[in-house]
Each structure stands twice: as C-alpha cells, then as structure tokens.
C-alpha cells in the first residue's frame, strides 16, 4: 500500500521572479520518491519544447504531465476565444483528476497567469479550490496571484527578482528557463 497523505494544503508559488514552476516541480520530484503521486497540468504551454514534458514521462506511472494551451504567447486583453477554452480544459481536467483520488498533488503551473490573463475567472479557480479533498494537496504557480488565492492557500512563496540574466542580454537558455 502507498502512502498518502495525512492532511493536504493549497501553496501558492507567485512572484515577478524565475523559480516558481521550478519550485513545484522540485516538490513533485521530492513527493514520488516518498511514493506519492503527482499530477501537473500547465496553463498556457502549448508549445511542446519544454524540457519537463519529457523529463516527466520518465516518472510514470507516479508522476503525469498535461500540458494545455495555443502556441504563441497570450497578450493581456487580447486573448482569443481559444486561449479561453484551453485554459477551461486544463481546469475541468484538473477537477477530474483532484476527484479520483489517485492523486496526492495536483501541480496547477501558470495557473495564476491564465487568471491574469483573464482566461478564467476567479470564481472558477476558488470553486476549484472549494472541491479540494482533504488529503489533496493543491499547488498553484505563476505571476500575479490575486489576494483571494493568496488568502485561500496554507503557504506561499513570492519569488523576488533581485538580478536576472536578461538584465545582462542573456536570453532563455535550453535545459534552464524551458
């Protein structure tokens, strides 16, 4: 028998930083190797060269990765209909997988973002939220958590930036920032 776990918590991992996504991921790796089970669904990632898309295949059946979203960037107040419906999908997908109870960590990456971005609305991530089973733990990550779901988690993390690379012409690097 797996072990499960005894009382599950919302995190929030926020902040204008690099790090959020890597901090739940670092989390999901930590959870398998104590045998637990672990879920991400990625808001706004349909691109598929993302270098955790298959770094997380390698930890099946434990860990799964779902990826959703149009490629290209989203530009706030121009998102199209079809940035809204993947974004529902990765929701809805969620809520399916937080209710089959095989599941012990439910990752929602950039999830903050599809919210800033007005993919979804704050109603249906707090009613998301109001489902969570007791033993589930919920981890929302991306820039600009709104207060209401700051003050629904048990902990969260603001990444600060302080220096970046970028500051010094230093673009995204494979294997690092994808």
Known sequence: ?????????????TGN????????????????GHGFHVYIIQFMKG?????????FKRLEPECRLE????????KKGQATPGDAAEARKALARAEEVMSSGEWD?????????ALWFELLSLAEV????????AQ????????????????????VTEMQELKHPYQ?????????EF
């Open 168 to 176: 010094l012409g230093i673009g995204a690097r494979k294997g690092i």
């Open 67 to 74: 990826h959703f979203g149009l490629p290209g960037w989203v």
């Open 126 to 133: 707090l009613a998301f939220l109001e489902k969570k089973p």
């Open 47 to 55: 691109s598929s060269y993302y270098g955790e898309l298959d770094a």
């Open 1 to 13: 028998m797996r072990p499960r776990l005894e009382q599950g918590l919302i995190q929030v991992y």
């Open 105 to 113: 960590i439910i990752i929602l990456d950039e999830i903050n973002n």
């Open 17 to 32: 930083s690099k790090g959020k996504s890597t901090a739940a991921f670092g989390l999901a790796l930590r959870a398998v």
């Open 136 to 155: 589930v733990e919920v981890v929302l990550t991306g820039r600009n958590a709104p207060p209401e779901i700051i003050g629904k988690a048990q902990l």
